[in-house]
């Protein structure tokens, strides 16, 4: 097992861990979880032996092989399944000695060792692991120079799984993926033989991947038992315990120090006084937790076009050779939000581009509203960034005629504030960068937001801070995401895009997810374009729009219950030995405001869908 005893580590004369301490099973799967900059890519390394502990000590078993993807292959004329094939050192010398041993003892050794790794089915298994993170047969027998640097690094990823080390160490590695992959290394990680620690910020991959989660916090390590969710919890209620005892705590010392000053100079109360002197000093303060800093996306509001905002009537588009996509009829309201799905290659971002106006079409026609503004995210549009100007002068060079502290505020409303906007690109992190890039891109308060990955390096915190503004935004949008709780929470239709032509997919995004994972090909829906159906009558629209309203607030109220019996719960008095028939009454309460709760969501999901229908 991996055992982090009492460890200390500066960087920069700044503290990233005061004597912290974890114990990771043999075998487990973790997340490690904390805020951008508390020192999680400097843990890795310090595990790695990369980095002097300053004090304590990491312990791991004797000849523990450590794995982890320190950065993309290189370009060379060596075909992706040979490089993955060589990512196996021990397999590779072994072969190479065995073609030049004379020894017949040593060589039974070698084939006894090459029988024991499974050498002979390793040109299988490496090209399982190729498949899945998005390489045909014939791309893996293509040379790496023939890849950018992107794809290079699934070629490094899948050397390194490959290989099963002892203790595979990844950093963000769906960053570099799309959600085909995503969902592929995912379940993947769950079968893995051997230990595994994964830095990430994707919700799902951190509830169905890993059985425990390592919380990297205020310099000391923690780990907790579950996925992120029942992490997320057990946190919030911990936070509300503690913040109930400081607050009893502060007015018991506030009572013990009003006797004190009160009766302190009095002889005949002196020695009570001196006792409660002393029973300040021994009281051990509770310090109750700082509560996350609240993270925001504020996108401006476009004024409201006339539907539809896109249409496109047998439309084809392509690079100037043979059309990549082809018999387009596609409708876009400014209320839609739709998810693209389909597996790398065939189109998602050939359309998006077509959308954005990025890409004319080849044949057939494609009509925008005249007042049409399209905001559009890439994820190389960050790398695309001027690295020596800062943010406020990005803007500067957009808003010429803007003062600064309007800009200033614009910047905030993302979270680049003072000492970020006077920074220069170059020195933010990959989530200000991304913060920047997105606010360029809906700078100009677009009707329609194109967003491809928007997700790649935000934290957490920053995801469900952009899953709200993107709730409230009254905008169109289009999102390409390997992020399926991005997905679900703010597409309501999918289009899939798949051999040339865009239909919708039907079912939901877990289905999808099924489907996937077995490895059945996703069979095209009947054809038919994708526009809306004609809608139903005005009365019929009240009638569910009411019906949606009525589900809405009986959400509503249940969950004002559930927070009133939560806070509830987090009484300390409440565990006490005398009120435990109190206890129990309540949290047969809070079962019931949990299992209402679920009905009233399955009646609002299902009052939506029929609302939904009506639009179609």
Known sequence: MLRIEDITYNVEGRPLFEGASATIPTGHKVGLVGRNGAGKTTLFRLIRGELALEGGTITLPGRARIGGVAQEVPSSATSLLDTVLQADEERTSLLAEAEHAHDPHRIAEIQHRLSDIDAWSAEGRAASILS??????????????????????????????????????????????????????????????????????????????????????????????GGYDQFARQVAERRAVLQAEAKKQEARRAHLQ????????????????????KMLERMTTITAPEDAKKVVFTFPAPEELSPPIINMEGAAVGYGGPAVLKKLSL?????????????????????????????????????????LRIGYFAQHQVDELFIDETPL???????????????????????????????????????????????????DAPHLLILD????????????????????????????????HLLGLVADRLWLVKGGAVTPFTEDLEAYRRMLLAGDDVEKPV????????????????????????????????????????????????????????????????????????????LWLSAQEKLEGAVA
């Open 258 to 277: 009003s006797f004190v000053d009160r009766f302190k100079a009095k002889a005949s109360k002196a020695v009570q006084a001196q006792s409660r002197v």
């Open 527 to 602: 054809a038919k374009p994708v526009e809306k159906q004609k809608k139903a009558s005005r009365d019929d629209m009240l009638a569910l729009k009411a019906e949606v309203r009525k589900c809405e607030e009986r959400l509503a109220k249940l969950n004002d219950m559930r927070d009133k019996l939560a806070k509830k719960l987090a009484d300390p008095e409440l565990y006490e030995a005398a009120r435990i028939g109190e206890l129990e009454t309540w949290n047969k309460k809070y079962a019931e405001v949990m299992n209402g709760l679920d009905k009233a969501e399955a």
């Open 453 to 484: 990955e928007p997700t790649n390096h935000l934290d957490i915190e920053s995801r469900e801070a952009l899953v709200e503004a993107l709730t409230e935004y009254s905008g169109a949008v289009i999102l390409v995401s390997h992020d399926m």
């Open 331 to 371: 409708r876009i309201d400014q209320d839609d939000r739709i998810a693209l799905l389909g597996r790398n290659g065939e189109g998602k971002s050939t359309l998006s581009k077509l959308l954005a106006g990025k890409l004319e079409v080849m044949e057939g026609k494609i009509t925008r509203s005249s007042k």
């Open 393 to 443: 002068q990005h803007l500067q060079r957009l808003r010429p005629a803007e003062g600064q502290p309007r800009l200033r505020a614009r910047l905030a409303g993302f979270g680049l504030m003072a000492d970020q906007a006077e920074t220069v690109v170059g020195r933010l992190s990959g989530g200000q960068k991304a913060r920047l890039s997105l606010l360029l891109a809906t700078i």
């Open 132 to 225: 899945g993170l998005g390489f045909d047969a014939e791309a893996q027998k293509r040379p790496c120079s023939d890849f950018s640097g992107g794809w290079r690094m699934r070629v490094a990823l899948a050397g390194v799984l490959f290989a099963q080390p002892d203790y595979l160490l990844l950093d963000e590695p769906t960053n570099y993926l799309d959600l085909e992959g995503a969902l592929w290394l995912e379940s993947y990680l769950q079968k893995y033989p051997h230990t595994v620690l994964i830095i990430s910020h994707d919700r799902g991959l951190l509830n169905r991947a890993v059985q425990g989660i390592l919380h990297l916090d205020d310099r000391k390590l923690t780990y907790w038992q």
